[in-house]
């Protein structure tokens, strides 16, 4: 991973970029990741065109569209899985190129697929070290790896577990959904990408994990939320971003919206009026940010 | 903001808690006060000798463990042979039935590394025979090679073949079925040109020397106590330490009192091998001591469950057995570790083929290389070793050769001809399985 090192957008104006001084304090409004520009084709579909976004340490920013938006384009060009026809990413300010999984996996970003990943013989600790196992003189370290993952379960208040070495067949849905993320978290992961996460669960569940997501965002993670559910996009969401064939059509705080003007949107593109109340005007994605 | 949190934690109910601790590590540890601990549940999560066993019968009902039902099953099937012939627990045949079920019980432990991929390996049968040809011959009267030089020669032969077969079926992603079956048919001939090179005539013997000695040669008594004394000891002590290291810190399921009863049950069934095998069992001459091969057994066991449980590369043959996508997206390499596996099949069924050798007194063409590869898979699976991957250990090829191994012997002395034999293996093997699958479904009903 060799970062080029250039200004980010936002910090266009930030003199500590002057002689290349990286350890210039961090503007808290910088944003962790930025997309600019960002375009992608399979051929001659175009599957995302000059999309611009921003996701904020801390905060959870909800990628919503209909089917075929291009919200599953996006998140793989951030996962490092297909890298972007055009356009740069920016990771703290700095522009960096994610070519593999692996590469997004070092900066920490951390997806979690729908599929979730877990292996349903192995117990709760094993999964969340998969891969990555604590060794001590060439064995598994297992009362390393066991304390870890309480101590990142009981961090994040998944309280539901009975054992965590209990078999991942075992847990429910949200249960299975905790375990996953947890992996994300545990690895220090500072981004982490939801992938419809509470498409299959029901409504306890669904509860469990928002809050988890929500938990998520106030340990000073980023989170990035796919989800046709507008009920949970606007129960967690700090910020909407709007995907329409393929174009970041509108992104701003989520009070700008409602469920209403959101599936409008999702559905037009657009919305003909301004809706309800203040900021009804949210910036649309040719503009800046905010 | 203030919205959104009001939502979740209306919906949450119960789980919502409002503790939100950073990720440095420091702070964690305080959130641990707050945020309720999720081991507080001790009842069934084995922090007590009766929550253990609690926990041991909940994983029973669940199917999870298949190996007290099968040890239950192998008692009855002890008592019952006992009753109806009391030479059946006598200390010859007990000695006799070890060096029988030793060659079973090691191509049990071939099939398993490649079982809990859920992949198999109809080739091991063949493959350990012609390590037992290769063997024979070379430290036969025709090449006279030293012994352990032959025995590391047919190792070798039969570990490339095990990873032959894996590279086919990793890197031309055949099924392992039809790769391993066109194998056993193959090397049926090879192991027919080996046998019938020069002037073998179809059997090389090993009639005398460490080779035949191998399973059919004794520990001296005295050797035989030391050993037990020494399998024992080393057993007590590395369980006592990191029993007691997981204890210290805060690792569930090690009271105890469980750590005593496993070095209990551990000693208990040492002094009886050395018990019974020390005992006279000859007829005419004075016959005692631990068949060679018992320690033998014992040692790949303690060897591969070792591998499997304690290091990376185990963990990578489960996790890939029970979801190889999952595994791959993790950062296992997933065909590095699968060839491993294969080749450690074929390392073990030459082992395995080696005693078998050992045993017969020599190699000869008349091997059935396919009923030594379904037997084996049956010792596995009647054990309690999955076919479909990633759940299983060594022991349970332990458990499970030696029921085989009891209903043969058993069967021959009170009389039975060998098609009955067959029989009721068939049926044993179908009904360990029901036992599974039947447990396995209430489990998911429940």
Redesign the interface.
């Known amino acids: 991973m060799e970062p080029t090192f250039q200004a980010s957008p936002s910090t266009a104006t930030n003199v500590a970029v002057e002689g290349g001084v990286a350890t210039a304090s961090r503007n808290n409004d910088q944003p962790l990741l930025s997309l600019r520009g960002i375009s992608k084709n399979f051929g001659a579909v175009q599957a995302l065109v000059d999309v611009d976004l921003d996701i904020s340490l801390g905060q959870v920013t909800a990628l919503i569209g209909d089917n075929g938006a291009g919200k599953s384009t996006l998140i793989k060009t951030i996962s490092g899985i297909w890298s972007p026809s055009e356009g740069s990413i920016f990771w703290n300010g700095e522009q960096v190129t994610l070519k593999t999984?692996?590469d997004a996996d070092a900066l920490g970003i951390a997806t979690v697929y729908q599929d979730?990943?877990?292996?349903?013989?192995?117990d709760i600790v094993?999964n969340m070290f998969?891969?990555?196992?604590t060794?001590r003189r060439?064995?598994?370290d297992?009362?390393?790896m066991?304390?870890a993952a309480?101590?990142t379960?009981?961090?994040l208040?998944?309280?539901?577990?009975?054992?965590?070495?209990q078999?991942v067949e075992?847990l429910s849905g949200g249960q299975r959904q905790s375990v996953a993320v947890a992996r994300a978290?545990m690895r220090?992961a500072k981004l982490v990408i939801l992938d419809e996460p509470t498409a299959a669960l029901g409504?306890?569940q669904?509860?469990?994990v928002?809050?988890?997501i929500?938990?998520l965002a106030?340990?000073?993670?980023a989170v990035l939320l796919i989800s046709h559910n507008l009920n949970d996009v606007?129960?967690?969401?700090?910020r909407l971003a709007v995907l329409h064939l393929g174009r970041m059509v509108h992104s701003g705080p989520?009070?700008d919206y409602t469920p209403q003007t959101a599936v409008e949107i999702i559905t037009t593109g657009s919305f003909v009026k301004a809706g309800t109340g203040a900021g009804s005007t949210p910036s649309s994605a040719s503009g800046e940010p905010a | 903001m203030t919205e959104e949190e009001r939502g979740v934690t209306d919906q949450s109910g119960t789980v919502g808690t409002d503790a939100a601790p950073p990720l440095t590590g420091d702070v964690v540890v305080e959130g641990e006060d707050l945020a309720p601990a999720i081991v507080e549940v001790p009842e069934s999560s084995g922090r007590s000798v009766s929550g253990v066993l609690k926990g041991a019968l909940e994983k029973v009902r669940s199917g999870q463990s298949g190996l007290v039902p099968i040890l239950l099953g192998l008692v009855a099937l002890v008592i019952f042979f006992q009753t109806k012939n009391s030479l059946f627990l006598s200390v010859g045949n007990l000695s006799n039935l070890l060096t029988q079920a030793s060659y079973l019980v090691t191509f049990g432990f071939a099939e398993i590394w490649v079982l809990l991929l859920g992949e198999i390996d109809l080739s091991a049968g063949y493959n350990g025979a012609i390590a037992g040809a290769v063997v024979a011959v070379l430290a036969g009267i025709y090449h006279r090679y030293p012994w352990w030089l032959a025995i590391i020669c047919g190792l070798a032969v039969s570990t490339c073949i095990g990873a032959l077969v894996g590279t086919l079926v990793i890197r031309l992603r055949i099924p392992s079925f039809i790769v391993s079956l066109a194998f056993l048919l193959g090397l049926q001939g090879v192991l027919l040109k080996i046998l019938n090179f020069d002037n073998y005539q179809g059997s090389v013997s090993t009639s005398s020397g460490p080779l035949l000695d191998l399973v059919n040669g004794n520990l001296s008594p005295a050797a035989g106590w030391i050993l037990v004394a020494i399998g024992v000891g080393g057993f007590a002590i590395l369980t006592v330490l990191s029993d007691a290291r997981r204890r210290r810190s805060g690792s569930e399921g090690v009271p105890f009192g469980v750590t005593l009863f496993k070095v209990l049950a551990v000693a208990a069934g040492g002094v009886a091998l050395a018990l019974v095998c020390n005992a006279n069992r000859g007829v005419i001459v004075h016959l005692s001591g631990i068949p060679f091969c018992v320690p033998i057994v014992l040692g790949i066991l303690i060897l591969w469950q070792f591998l499997l449980k304690r290091t990376r590369f185990g963990r990578n043959i489960y996790a890939i057995g029970g979801n190889a996508e999952a595994a791959r997206r993790a950062g296992v390499n997933n065909g590095m570790n699968r060839l491993a596996a294969f080749a450690l099949t074929g390392f073990t069924a030459g082992a395995a083929g080696i005693l078998y050798t050992s045993r017969l007194g020599g190699s000869s063409t008349s091997v059935d290389g396919g009923q030594l590869v379904l037997l084996a898979v049956a010792a596995a699976v009647i054990g309690g070793v999955s076919l479909f991957g990633g759940r299983g250990k060594m022991v349970h090829a332990l458990v499970g050769g030696m029921i085989i191994a009891i209903i043969y012997n058993g069967m021959g002395l009170i009389g039975l001809d060998a098609a009955t034999q067959d029989i009721v293996i068939g049926l044993v093997l179908l009904a360990a399985v029901s036992v599974e699958a039947i447990s396995r479904r209430s489990a998911v009903r429940a």
Request: with cysteine; glycine share 6%.
């Open positions: 999984p692996r979730l990943a877990l292996c349903d013989n192995l094993a998969l891969g990555h196992e060794m060439g064995l598994l297992e009362n390393a066991e304390s309480k101590t379960l009981n961090g208040s998944v309280t539901t577990v009975k054992s965590v070495r078999l075992s978290v220090d409504v306890s669904t509860a469990q928002l809050s988890l929500r938990r106030d340990r000073g993670i606007f129960s967690v969401a700090d989520a009070s």
